[in-house]
Nanobody, 117 residues
Framework: EVQLVESGGGLVQPGGSLRLSCAASGFTFSSYAMSWVRQAPGKGLEWVSTVNSGGGGTSLADSVKGRFTISRDNAKNTLYLQMNSLKPEDTAMYYC??????????WGQGTQVTVSS
């Protein structure tokens, strides 16, 4: 059974940092691209970032470029999102998702990030 479990969210002041983690199990983690997707209160899903299966190729949404970094540790079956210079508009539920060709077929339960003073 595919499982994705996010952690690391919380309340942080504007300008602060958080690192999200996503522990994967039930599949060969190193064979799949992985993504972070977020959903702000009352809004739709927003793609944040994707990393390829090997970790050497990444892409980021324009809204987070220069502030967020995606990475993975295939030996630990874990995906990460380092978030720096956080803004109130980054407040959202953050999900990790497995990238299957052109779709996200498996999602975690999410971890809440709140940026507020």
């Amino acid at each position: 059974e595919v499982q994705l479990v996010e952690s690391g969210g919380g309340l942080v002041q504007p300008g602060g940092s958080l690192r999200l983690s996503c522990a994967a199990s039930g599949f060969t983690f190193s064979s799949y691209a992985m993504s972070w997707v977020r959903q702000a209160p009352g809004k739709g899903l927003e793609w944040v970032s994707t990393v390829n299966s090997g970790g050497g190729g990444t892409s980021l949404a324009d809204s987070v470029k220069g502030r967020f970094t995606i990475s993975r540790d295939n030996a630990k079956n874990t995906l990460y999102l380092q978030m720096n210079s956080l803004k109130p508009e980054d407040t959202a539920m953050y999900y990790c998702a497995r990238r299957d060709n052109s779709a996200w077929n498996y999602w975690g339960q999410g971890t809440q990030v709140t940026v507020s003073s």
